[in-house]
């Protein structure tokens, strides 16, 4: 943070605070937390879990503090000790070495990375080559290419990758996206593709997720008469970042990714008097009231949520966990 605090002796300046609804906790990113919470109290400290379980440091170092250990791969992992793997999947090879090593082991994939799963597997068994529209070393991407063998999925990550795709002989074509993208991003790449390939076929039902389709609906709006934009979010959260994407071009004049309050630049907010607010599905509300709090030390605050539809999904635990 910088510049100092307004005189105790000057009403401090009006600041209109929008807050975008729904932000913040998706199913799928609650579920992963409420796994590993549950495992720590059904089975004792520690718990493994395999990669961040969600994408924000702060719900990672809490679940730390619970007793969660978390590593990179599954030979860190002691045999007596349970493993979760995280929110965005893992390739076919993690639990089967689960299983030949005999680890009990917690599933935590969102429902909805797994439906792109079983998607490009039923795609796979019908011949089709995948086209997995994605950002290349995301574990979400990393984990689909990881249910097919070695060359049956191209990833595309641009329109302009989409244009120098080749198809690998004569298979009949099929695609599939990571569930965090950009929506018009995507838009523009399955356009490309669809122009060339007219036979592309659309998914059962869209990839990307419902939570990254509402947040980024609800930045629009939110984007429309804020003059600064902040998302609360880690920057390796993909639909964090997608969302200060999507507030710039649907024309914030300025938009800001920051995990917490503490890491507010005041000179964002000058010459400011609408301020944004949103979260992406990994950031925890607690955060969010954190930067309001921040901004209350500083302005006259007047909060305002604008409209939008709430969210009621709900996903069910691993069995090994209610009964």
């Given at each position: 943070?910088?510049?100092?605090?307004?005189?105790?002796?000057?009403?401090?300046?009006?600041?209109?605070?929008?807050?975008?609804?729904?932000?913040?906790?998706?199913?799928?990113?609650?579920?992963?937390?409420?796994?590993?919470?549950?495992?720590?109290?059904?089975?004792?400290?520690?718990?493994?879990?395999?990669?961040?379980?969600?994408?924000?440091?702060?719900?990672?170092?809490?679940?730390?503090?619970?007793?969660?250990?978390?590593?990179?791969e599954l030979d860190e992992c002691p045999d007596d000790r349970p493993v979760v793997f995280s929110a965005h999947g893992v390739p076919k090879s993690v639990p089967a070495t689960a299983r030949a090593r005999e680890l009990l082991f917690l599933d935590a994939t969102c429902p909805l990375v797994s439906k792109v799963h079983v998607e490009a597997e039923r795609h796979h068994a019908n011949g089709r080559h995948i086209i997995l529209i994605g950002h290349a070393g995301h574990p979400e991407v990393v984990g689909t290419l990881g249910q097919l063998p070695e060359g049956a999925i191209s990833l595309v990550e641009t329109v302009e990758d989409a244009e120098a795709f080749q198809r690998?002989?004569?298979?009949?074509?099929?695609?599939?996206?990571?569930?965090?993208?950009?929506?018009?991003?995507?838009?523009?790449?399955?356009?490309?593709?669809?122009?060339?390939?007219?036979?592309?076929?659309?998914?059962?039902?869209?990839?990307?997720?419902?939570?990254?389709?509402?947040?980024?609906?609800?930045?629009?709006?939110?984007?429309?008469?804020?003059?600064l934009v902040l998302v609360v979010g880690s920057k390796n959260s993909s639909n964090s970042v997608r969302l200060v994407e999507v507030a710039l071009r649907a024309g914030a004049r300025d938009a800001r990714l920051l995990d917490?309050?503490?890491?507010?630049?005041?000179?964002?907010?000058?010459?400011?008097?609408?301020?944004?607010?949103?979260?992406?599905?990994?950031?925890?509300?607690?955060?969010?009231?954190?930067?309001?709090?921040?901004?209350?030390?500083?302005?006259?605050?007047?909060?305002?949520?604008?409209?939008?539809?709430?969210?009621?999904?709900?996903?069910?635990?691993?069995?090994a966990l209610t009964v």
């Open positions: 943070m910088n510049a100092l605090a307004p005189s105790p002796d000057i009403a401090p300046r009006p600041l209109t605070v929008r807050m975008a609804t729904p932000r913040g906790f998706c199913a799928g990113v609650d579920r992963a937390i409420q796994i590993v919470e549950r495992a720590i109290e059904k089975f004792g400290a520690p718990v493994y879990v395999r990669h961040e379980i969600v994408h924000n440091k702060h719900v990672v170092d809490r679940l730390k503090g619970l007793g969660a250990v978390f590593v990179k690998p002989g004569d298979q009949p074509l099929a695609y599939a996206t990571q569930t965090t993208l950009s929506l018009d991003d995507t838009a523009e790449i399955v356009a490309a593709l669809k122009r060339r390939f007219p036979e592309l076929p659309d998914p059962h039902k869209e990839d990307i997720c419902y939570a990254t389709t509402n947040r980024q609906e609800a930045v629009k709006q939110l984007a429309n008469g804020s003059d917490d309050a503490s890491q507010l630049d005041w000179t964002w907010l000058e010459g400011v008097s609408t301020v944004g607010i949103t979260a992406g599905a990994s950031a925890p509300e607690p955060l969010v009231q954190g930067v309001i709090d921040a901004l209350r030390g500083r302005f006259d605050v007047t909060v305002a949520d604008d409209p939008g539809e709430p969210e009621t999904v709900t996903f069910k635990l691993p069995r």
